[in-house]
C-alpha cells in the first residue's frame, strides 16, 4: 500500500464473516504500455526468439514508457459494485481492459472468476448485412453463452427491444433508435457474472428508456459491477465502494458517497483555480463569470455557448416556481454526422448531481447534422428547490456511452428564488435514476450548414 | 442470490503473462465453438453480400485470372504441359493456389478487421485466422467445381493417385494456417508487413510450379526448389491429380512435419502476441 492512500474512516467489510466468494481479485498491479513496437529487423528477431525459447517474460526496458498504473490492488467479492472514478488518463480504462481481459499487467496479478461481459458499446460485433437475429447469435455466443442459452435468451432480447417483426430483417435497415434498443437488451440480457460498465446506458425512445432504466437497475443487482463513470450521480446510485485513480496511483478507496464527495470537491477547487469562465458574447459587464469545464472528445464537435432563457425567450438569472427554464445551446458540427444525440440538463453545481434531463433521443433528432446548430431545450415546469443551478450539455452518438462533447457549469448559472426550508419543494428527479421527465422539448432553432472552421479546442481538464 | 459460479470460466494473469499451457489455450477455445460457426458466417456474409453477383465471384475470380495465365502462357510463352491440356493444368494449379494465398493475407488482415471486439472482449482470438481458412472454403469448392467441369469438357482421365489429395490438401492447409498465424500476430504492429506480403507471395508464386511442371524446371535450379515447401505440394498436387503419378513422397513428408511445426510454433507465437492488440491501437 502507498502512503499517501487515504483511509476512509469506515470499512466495508461487516463484522461477520463474509462468505462471498471472491471474484474479483487485483494485487500490487503495474501496467506499462510499450511504446510501438520499432519496426526493426533487430527487434523483431528478437522477439521472435525469445517467443520461440519461452522466455519472454520480461520486458524490454524502455526509458520513455511510464506506468499507467501504479501498485494498483483491491478485491471484490461476488455481488459487490464498484465505481472508479479519476480524470481522462488516470488509469480507468487500463484497468477495465485488464478486467476484461483483453490486456496483461505488466506486474502484479489479476484473477477474474466467473464470465465477464464488457459493455464498452453496444452491438460489438453487429454487422449490417446480417439479420437481427443473426447477430444477436454472434453477440451472444461471443460473450461466451453456451449454444443452448445463446438459443433462450435470444428470444426474450428481441421481445425486449421491441424488434419482433424485424428480428430476420438485416440490421443496416434499422433505424438507429431500433439498433440503440437491439444492442441495449442484448447487453442486460446475458446475465453475466461480472458486469463491467463504462459509462451508464439510456438508450431509445421514452417509454423504452423507462424499460431501460430499471433493466440496468435489475441487471447490476445480479452480478458483480465494476463502472466507470463520469456521472458521479450514477457511481453513487449503483456503487457501494469507490476508488479514485489519480494518474494510475489510488487517491482514496471508500464509501462510494465519501469518495465521490472528495473527489469531486477536489475537481472543483482545481477547475475553479485553473479554469477561464466561459466567453459568452452577451454577459452584461460586471456579472459573475460563469465557469465551465469542457471536455472535447471528438475534434469535429464543439459547443460554443449555452444560455438559460424564460420563457419569452430573454437570457434569465432568476425563476421562481415552478420553473419554466429553457435552455440555447449553440454548437458546431464541422463534419457531417448523423445520429447525433444532445442531452440538456439542469445540474446542482453544489453536488454536481445531475437533476432533470432532456434527451434528443426521446425526441425527434434531425439525421444529419452538419455546421452551427442552435437547439433550444424547454423543460417542463419544474419544482425545483431554491438554490442555484448550472446546465451541462452532452453531444453524442445514438450508439455510443461516451459523449464526444461535454459541458458543465461548475458554478452556478441560475437561481431559484424563493424560501430555502420549503418542505413541499424537492428536487425534480426522486424516481431513482429516472431523469428523463416527460413534456420536455426540444427544438432546433437554426441549422446553418456553415463552411468547416476549426472547432474550438478543448481546455485540458484538470 | 447466491448464484452458483461458473467457476471453469477462470482468468488469471501474472507479471505480464498468462499462465496456460497450448492444452489450455485449445481448451479454451473449445468452449467458444458456438462463436466460431457464427463468425465464419459473418465473414462469408460480409464477403459475399456487398457486391452485386455475390457468390459468382467466387467462380469468375479462378477463372478470370486463369484466362490471363493461359493467354500469357500458351500463345506468348509457350509451357508443355503434355500431356495435359494447358487451361486445366494452369485452372486446377491456380485454384489450389488461390486457396493458399487467401488464407495467408487474409489471416494477416484478420485482427484489424475486427479490432472493436478485438480491443474489447476476451475471446478466442486464434478463431479471426481460423475462421479465414473455414471461408476459403467456399471459393476453393466452387473452384474445384468448375476444374471438375473442365476435366469432364476434355475428358481427361483421372488415376487412382487422385485419392493423396486430400494428404497434399491438409499440408497445404497446416502451412497456411501456420504462417497466417506469424502474420497475424506481426501485421498488427508491423503495418508495413501486408506490403510485403503481397511481393513475397507474388514471388512464391513464380518459384513455384504453378503455371508451370516441375519438369520444365532445369535440372540445376531443381534442387533449389527443394527448400521451398510450397513447390513440393504444387508438384505433388500436379502429380496427383493431372499426370498420374507420385514420386515426391518423401519431400512431401518433410513439408508435412515442418507444416506441423510451423502451426504449432505460429499459434503459440500468436496467442503470446495477442496481448498487444488491444495495447497498442
Redesign the interface.
Known sequence: MTPEIMQSDSSFTPATVDE??T?ITVEHVFKR??P??G?SIRS?AQ??TR??RNK??T?IERPEARFVLNDISFSLK??DSLGLVGHNGSGKTTMM??L?????????????????Q?L??LG??F?G??TGR?NL??NC???????HT?RERIEKIIEFAGVAEYADVAIKRYSSGMLARLGFAAAVNMDP?IILMDEVMAVGDYSFNVRSTAAIQEYVK?GTVVLVSHDMAAIERICQRVIWLDHGNIMMDGRASEVVQAYTQFQQQKVFASAAPAQSADTPAGEREIIVRREQFDADVAVHQVDVLDENGDPCKSFGTPARVTVRVEAEVAQPRADLRFVVSINDTRTRVLLTSIDSQLLATPDFVQGRVLLEATFPPLNLRPREYGISVKVMKTSALKPMYSWDDVSPRFAIAGERRNPRLHYVAPQEDLLFVPGGEMRYVKIEAAPARPAVPAKPVP | ???Q???A??????????RRSLWGHIQYAL??W??F???V??GI??RY??TSVGLLWAILQPVLSSLVYIVVFSFVVRVNTDPVPYPLFVLTSLVLWAYFQRIVTSSASSISM?M????????PREFLPLAVVVESWIDLAFGLGIVVILFLIYGYPVTETVLLVPIIFLVETILALGLGFYLAA?AN??K?LFQVIGIVMQLVLYLSPVMYPLNTVPDNIRALYVINPMATIFAAYQETILFGRFTVGPALLGVGILSVIVLI?GY??FK??E??????L
Open positions: 462471498r466468494q471474484v504500455y510499450q510501438p513496437a519496426v523483431l522477439d521472435l517467443v520461440l519472454a517474460r520486458l461476488q455481488g481492459k485488464m476484461a481481459g483483453v490486456s496483461l499487467p505488466t506486474r502484479g496479478r489479476v484473477r477474474v472468476v466467473g464470465r465477464v464488457p464498452l458499446a460489438a460485433g454487422h448485412e446480417m443473426e447469435y454472434l455466443t461471443l460473450m461466451g453463452l453456451d449454444i445463446t457474472e445480479r | 442470490m447466491s448464484k459460479l461458473n467457476s470460466m477462470v482468468y488469471e494473469a501474472a507479471d505480464n503473462k498468462l468452449r467458444y458456438p462463436f460457426l457464427y463468425w458466417r459473418r456474409v460480409t453480400s456487398q475486427s472493436d471486439i478485438v480491443t474489447k472482449v476476451r475471446f506481426l504492429t508491423i508495413d510454433t503459440l507465437f503470446r502476441m496481448w498487444r492488440f488491444a495495447d497498442t
